[in-house]
């Protein structure tokens, strides 16, 4: 899994850097001179592409951190059971008076 990660994100770098690459020509060329329709629609497909490659890397990352999380949890988490277990012991009902009796199991 780790050698196609590694893959993917050279693949990946490289498309970028290619891309960008030749954005920036049609940007200088732009700047020179109007860009045809084509040019236009060519450079619009480019951004796409490299919206859709860094929305992918956004959420590989948001993965990374889900799985980082659970693994090795909230360093408060300790402390918030902690406080539940408390609450949970304040407010339990260990038994009820039925006619001046304490019972354990209201069932009798």
Not at 15 to 28: A, G, R
Not at 84 to 90: A, D, F, P
Request: overall charge negative.
């Amino acid at each position: 899994m780790k050698p196609w990660c590694v893959g993917l994100k050279n693949r990946n770098y490289e498309i970028i850097s290619d891309l960008s690459k030749k954005m920036e020509s049609l940007d200088i060329e732009a700047e020179t001179c109007p860009l045809s329709e084509d040019e236009i629609q060519i450079r619009d497909l480019r951004v796409k592409t490299l919206c859709e490659i860094e929305d992918n890397n956004l959420e590989d990352l948001k993965q990374k951190a889900k799985v980082k999380w659970v693994v090795d949890g909230d360093k408060n988490s300790s402390f918030f059971n902690g406080v539940v277990k408390g609450h949970q012991k304040y407010t339990r009902i260990y038994g009820l008076v039925f006619d001046g009796v304490w019972t354990l199991q209201p069932d009798k």
